[in-house]
């Protein structure tokens, strides 16, 4: 089965908001075996909306519209489904009495415009919204099916996963399973190359690389009559991977990096800080986002400025004036004095010239230091990173995150 969607709303052509209804839909339909060709974006107009409907059902079994479900006159994705069906609208009443219920629980006043979302296509399957207003619904016709769901992912998602994925399940004659495998430390180029020969020949499973900042993760989905048999068919391809690409992987499907370095350290029962420069308290933030980190992390210290880094961290003033804020040694010492003055196993630092001005010949943009003093043992490692402000930091900090991993392993 192939399928096709499209979000609906004008702030979304606009660039108002971002379309992450259409990337996590096409994800979750891929692990149903279900192929999107096509995404349409399309702003709160009835004739262009008519239009994508048509050209969706020429070439797609089955289509999930997104937005345009509200109570306002601008919300057209429900009316104009009924008119491309020949359908009328009727009063869908346990929809109405559960939107009445829901303003009445709030204390809130409703007006006789909601009444409108509670507004079905004649015949249609109507699904559940149990985290908002407006119900959504399945229409199915000549073996096609048209999903209209709403467009706040904390509404979409939950009656994808709740209402639509039972009634495609079962028509997707296959079982498929996923398993995403994250690297860091080879790019993106280099990542595929070394899986060139098995990329080539893939049949049953499929290798997808996607491309992160610093990182390459590889989605690797295998079909079968059942589940066991869908990840006996994935075993070896995985477990070449594996072989392939060894320290380099760092997790797998929801791991996140940060979360790996904070489970290594909570394991090993050892302590962090952090002494930060270009990062600017990107790094502290990371691992700050993960729960149970305050049984290791000690503290983060931004020391922007020279006389910070001599103040706070005891870096000292012949370093920076023969070597400079950004360099092996200043990070070096920043790494260690924030160990010493905070008493934490291991003391990590960044420093370097995010851009976009501050670069010279000598020391371009792009050019980070990571400083590293773990149980005393000092060293640093440079960089040479390249993208704009935002993309040299985010690239400094996964390197810092990555080369924390690859030591504590060795502990």
């Given at each position: 089965m192939?399928?096709?969607?499209?979000a609906?709303?004008?702030?979304?052509?606009?660039?108002?908001?971002l379309?992450?209804?259409a990337?996590?839909?096409?994800r979750?339909?891929?692990?149903?075996g279900?192929?999107?060709?096509?995404?349409t974006v399309?702003g709160?107009?009835r004739?262009?909306?008519?239009?994508a409907?048509?050209?969706?059902?020429?070439?797609?079994?089955?289509?999930?519209?997104?937005?345009?479900?509200?109570?306002?006159?601008?919300?057209?994705t429900?009316?104009?489904?009924?008119?491309?069906?020949?359908l009328?609208?009727?009063?869908?009443?346990?929809?109405?009495?559960k939107?009445q219920?829901l303003?009445?629980?709030?204390?809130?006043?409703?007006?006789?415009t909601?009444?409108?979302?509670a507004m079905m296509p004649?015949?249609?399957?109507?699904?559940v919204?149990d985290?908002?207003t407006?119900p959504?619904c399945?229409?199915?016709?000549?073996?096609k099916l048209?999903?209209?769901?709403?467009g706040p992912?904390n509404?979409c998602?939950?009656m994808?996963?709740?209402t639509?994925?039972?009634?495609?399940k079962?028509r997707?004659g296959?079982?498929?399973v996923?398993k995403?495998?994250?690297i860091?430390?080879?790019?993106?180029?280099?990542?595929?190359?070394?899986?060139k020969?098995l990329?080539?020949t893939?049949?049953?499973?499929t290798?997808a690389?996607y491309a992160k900042?610093s990182?390459?993760?590889?989605r690797?989905?295998?079909s079968?009559?059942?589940?066991?048999g869908a990840?006996?068919?994935m075993?070896?391809?995985?477990?070449?991977m594996?072989?392939?690409f060894g320290?380099?992987?760092?997790?797998?499907?929801?791991?996140?990096?940060?979360?790996?370095?904070?489970k290594?350290?909570?394991?090993?029962?050892?302590?962090?800080?952090?002494?930060?420069?270009?990062?600017?308290?990107a790094?502290?933030s990371k691992?700050?986002s993960c729960?149970?980190?305050?049984a290791a992390?000690?503290?983060?210290a931004?020391t922007?400025?020279?006389?910070a880094?001599?103040?706070?961290?005891?870096?000292k003033a012949?370093?920076?004036?023969?070597?400079?804020?950004v360099?092996?040694?200043t990070?070096a010492?920043?790494?260690?004095g924030?160990?010493?003055?905070?008493?934490?196993d291991?003391?990590?630092s960044?420093?370097?010239i995010?851009?976009?001005?501050?670069?010279?010949?000598?020391?371009?943009?792009?050019?980070?230091?990571?400083?590293?003093c773990?149980?005393g043992?000092?060293?640093?490692?440079?960089?040479h990173?390249t993208?704009?402000?935002?993309k040299?930091?985010?690239r400094?900090?996964?390197t810092a995150l990555?080369?924390?991993?690859?030591?504590?392993?060795k502990?």
């Amino acid at each position: 089965m192939t399928a096709e969607v499209i979000a609906v709303g004008t702030e979304l052509l606009l660039g108002d908001i971002l379309n992450t209804n259409a990337q996590y839909l096409a994800r979750e339909l891929a692990k149903l075996g279900i192929n999107v060709y096509y995404q349409t974006v399309v702003g709160d107009n009835r004739a262009r909306l008519l239009e994508a409907y048509k050209a969706a059902f020429s070439r797609a079994d089955i289509v999930i519209a997104t937005g345009g479900l509200g109570p306002t006159e601008d919300d057209l994705t429900k009316e104009t489904a009924a008119e491309f069906f020949g359908l009328e609208l009727e009063l869908h009443e346990p929809s109405w009495e559960k939107i009445q219920g829901l303003f009445y629980s709030m204390h809130s006043n409703m007006t006789l415009t909601n009444k409108k979302q509670a507004m079905m296509p004649k015949g249609c399957t109507v699904l559940v919204n149990d985290n908002g207003t407006a119900p959504g619904c399945c229409v199915e016709r000549d073996g096609k099916l048209l999903f209209l769901l709403p467009g706040p992912p904390n509404e979409c998602i939950p009656m994808y996963e709740n209402t639509v994925i039972p009634i495609l399940k079962p028509r997707s004659g296959a079982v498929f399973v996923s398993k995403t495998l994250k690297i860091c430390g080879i790019g993106e180029s280099t990542a595929e190359e070394m899986l060139k020969d098995l990329i080539d020949t893939q049949e049953n499973p499929t290798i997808a690389p996607y491309a992160k900042t610093s990182e390459v993760w590889f989605r690797i989905t295998a079909s079968g009559s059942n589940e066991e048999g869908a990840r006996a068919a994935m075993a070896p391809c995985l477990s070449e991977m594996r072989r392939r690409f060894g320290v380099n992987i760092y997790g797998e499907d929801d791991d996140t990096l940060e979360g790996v370095v904070v489970k290594a350290l909570l394991d090993k029962g050892l302590t962090i800080a952090f002494a930060e420069s270009c990062t600017g308290g990107a790094l502290t933030s990371k691992l700050v986002s993960c729960p149970g980190v305050s049984a290791a992390l000690l503290e983060g210290a931004v020391t922007y400025s020279n006389e910070a880094k001599m103040r706070r961290l005891g870096v000292k003033a012949e370093t920076l004036r023969k070597f400079g804020a950004v360099s092996p040694q200043t990070a070096a010492e920043m790494a260690k004095g924030i160990a010493d003055t905070s008493g934490a196993d291991i003391g990590v630092s960044a420093t370097g010239i995010a851009g976009p001005d501050g670069g010279t010949d000598e020391k371009p943009v792009g050019l980070v230091y990571l400083g590293f003093c773990i149980k005393g043992d000092v060293s640093a490692v440079e960089l040479h990173l390249t993208g704009n402000r935002a993309k040299v930091r985010t690239r400094a900090v996964v390197t810092a995150l990555d080369t924390l991993r690859r030591a504590l392993a060795k502990i």
